[in-house]
Nanobody, 115 residues
Framework: VQLQASGGGLVHPGGSLRLSCVASGSIFGVNDMGWYRQAPGKQRELAASITSRGSTTYADSVKGRFTISRDNARTTVYLQMNSLKPEDTAVYYC??????????WGQGTQVTVSS
């Protein structure tokens, strides 16, 4: 499975960004998809995830501001990020897991929230 992420960039506090991640290759069996993030000097953490049935999980720090969604073909996952804060600054990694619990990672996209 290959994951191609896009949509990062520089935004002012309070602004919005939308991340996209397209899965390709051996996507049969992929169920969970999501976004992790890693800020400088910190461990990688889950931001949001979505199952093949549409159930979502969010980190407490992003609840009410971020929305994860998935297309009908379940090959693309989106992360709509609103009301961005400087503490959201991180490299965001797309993640996918299949029914055999294999994990796949995208290349990461930088999100910087700064005035």
């Amino acid at each position: 499975v290959q994951l191609q992420a896009s949509g990062g960039g520089l935004v002012h506090p309070g602004g919005s960004l939308r991340l996209s991640c397209v899965a390709s290759g051996s996507i049969f069996g992929v169920n969970d998809m999501g976004w992790y993030r890693q800020a400088p000097g910190k461990q990688r953490e889950l931001a949001a995830s979505i199952t093949s049935r549409g159930s979502t999980t969010y980190a407490d720090s992003v609840k009410g501001r971020f929305t994860i969604s998935r297309d009908n073909a379940r090959t693309t996952v989106y992360l709509q990020m609103n009301s961005l804060k400087p503490e959201d600054t991180a490299v965001y990694y797309c993640h996918a897991k299949n029914i055999w619990y294999d994990n796949y990672w995208g290349q990461g996209t930088q999100v910087t929230v700064s005035s």
